[in-house]
Every structure is written in structure tokens, then in C-alpha cells.
């Protein structure tokens, strides 16, 4: 009887403490919780109507009105534009602008042969939109990411890249090139059999320390296969006073922001990724990068001090990717893309079945309980 009784106890004492675990993790769930002590919350995705760009969308919000700019890139001959401008008071009911168009200061680059039977792609050269920043005056301001001196068509990446200056004087409709601000490292000989493939594929961040910065891609490929096999992250800044001028970009090199822009040396803040793109969350009080690991894993990181660049280790608690492709924040409320708070959009761009699509996931971040 005692030996029953007791059992009857423990079946009672196992039931109570079995209770509360279960009502948790129904009211946490779809709530992942990381490393860094975040706590994430992401939506099932939604189909947006017009962005569908091949770039990280720029975006700024200027005299109560939000300009958008992304595009599938432009030729350098200027027979093909492709940059696409928007205008809107809500993201989500925007009315896309006449087709920008270059002026004759764009750079040529195209400087190599690859052969008779790829002269079509070798003298092919793209500039792409990438980022925004619109000043008191009105002045607009995008960074031009160009690639050129293709080696394989787009089938391997094999190909040079650079990032460049341009400026808008008449609202997103007219563009002149101002000149390079960033290239890759070229100091340090590359690995053995290995190409420079450039910096590109950027994130564009404005944080509230007066300075711009430029998340860039860096990576080699394979002389023999022409396959991009080297992917890192590495990280340049420019006072906003000195309007993103040629010169006045420093890479983050050994702990601090101090070689050049153009052929500076440059620590890797992330290896082994694909993309990035960076915000200032107001909820947490923390920057937060979300990154795209060559492999297409998603991952998230956080830091408190752009100075020091100090990144937490790479999150990959996410359920899924969170990208198709490109990505980038923005926040609806606020109408901002350099600062979100407690719920904001992530956007996507890339192909599905072939076809170019874009679509965003609400992110949600929630503190855990002390």
C-alpha cells in the first residue's frame, strides 16, 4: 500500500511539472531563441508586387516620401538600362519612375579578351544600384557596383569587380559615376591557382555615428574550373560629411578602420558568406547582421560597438533561409532601412522556377525572460 501510495505521488509530482513545460512551448512556438540570448520570431513569406531586383534594394525616406532604387543592372555601352526608381508614401503602394539613365562619365573597364567564342560576354560590363542616401539638399546618392571582364558567362563568377560612386542630381532620374571608392586587396598574393574576383555584392549601412559603411564581398576563383571557391565578408567606413568622395573610404584592417578604400588591406569580419545586410534595432539596442552562408544557411549576428566591429559568432538558429537571394531590412513604421524596431521586413529578391521574384518575411525579435 505505501509503495502505491508513493507511485500515485510521483505520477501526480511528474503531471505538475510536465504541465507548465507544455503550455510554454505551445505559447513559444515559431519563438527560436539563439546563442547571443535573442529570442526570433519569423513570418511565412509575401509575395511583393514589384520588387524583383538582382541587387540589395536602396532605400531612403526623404520630405515624407520613400525612393527606392534597385534594378537588373545596365550596360556600360548604355543600350540596355535596367536600374529601376520608385517613389511612394508606403512601401507597400509605390509608382515605379521613368527608367534612370547614365551620362557619359561612367567608367569603361572592359580591358581583356577572353577569346572568340566568349567575346560576346567579354565586352559585356554591368553597373548596379546599390544602396541610398539622399542629403539635406536633396542630392541622391547611390554606390555603383560594377562587374566586368567576364571569364565563363554568369555560370561561375568568374569576373573582376569594383564599387564606385554616383550621383543624382535630379531625383534618381539622371546618373553620373564620381569615381572608385572600394577595391579588393591586392597587396597579398592570392592563393595558389586562384584569381581576385573584386568586392561587391554590398550591404549599405548608415549608423547614428556619423560614418556610412559598406559591407562588401571579397573572393577568389579557381584558375582552372573559373569556380568562385573563396567568399568573405570584410567591412569599409566614410564620414557622411565627406559625402562618400573617392579617398575618403578606410577598410577595417588588424582591429581598426585604417586602410584605404581603393587597394587597402582588409580583415574578414565573416568567412565563408555569401551576403549580408545590417540594421540598428531599437528593441534590442544592438546592430544586427543577418548573413547568407555560401551553403544558403541563414545566420544572424549582433554587435554594440561599430568601432571595434565586435560581432557575435555566427547564429544559424534560424528555421530556414530567410533569402532568396539579396535581402535587406526595412521598417515599415519608421520607414527607415538603417534602424528597426521590435517587428520590421526583410526583403528578398532571386529566381524560383526560373522567374524573378521578391517577396519579405516579417522578423520579430522577443526578449527572453530574465
Known sequence: ????????????????????ANETNKQDEGVVCGDAGHCW????????????????????????????????GSTWNRTSYQWELWVGTDIDNMTKQPTPTFNEDFPNYITQSCGSDDEYWCEWQFFWPMGLYIDEAGVFYTIAYTEYNFKNEWRSEAKERR????????????WSYYGDIITQNKQDPPPANKTYNGAGDISFFIADDGYAYIYYKTGFYDNTSLVRDIQNISVARSPLSAKFEPGSWTKFYNGAFQEPGINGREDYIFTETDLVCITYNTYLEKF??????VAHHSYVSFCDDMEQQNWSRKDFAMADDIRIWYFWPFDPASKNPFKTGKDFRIYTTGLEAGERVGNYKTFSFHKKPL
Open 163 to 174: 564599387l564606385g560612386l554616383a550621383k543624382s542630381f535630379d531625383k534618381g532620374k539622371t
Open 288 to 293: 544586427v547582421l543577418f548573413g547568407g552562408s
Open 1 to 20: 500500500m505505501i509503495i502505491l501510495l508513493l507511485h500515485t505521488i510521483a505520477l501526480l509530482l511528474f503531471a505538475q511539472c510536465e504541465k507548465p
Open 41 to 72: 520570431e519569423i513570418g511565412t513569406p509575401q509575395a511583393h508586387p514589384f520588387i524583383h531586383f538582382d541587387v540589395n534594394g536602396g532605400t531612403a525616406y526623404y520630405q515624407d516620401t520613400i525612393y527606392l532604387i534597385g534594378g537588373n
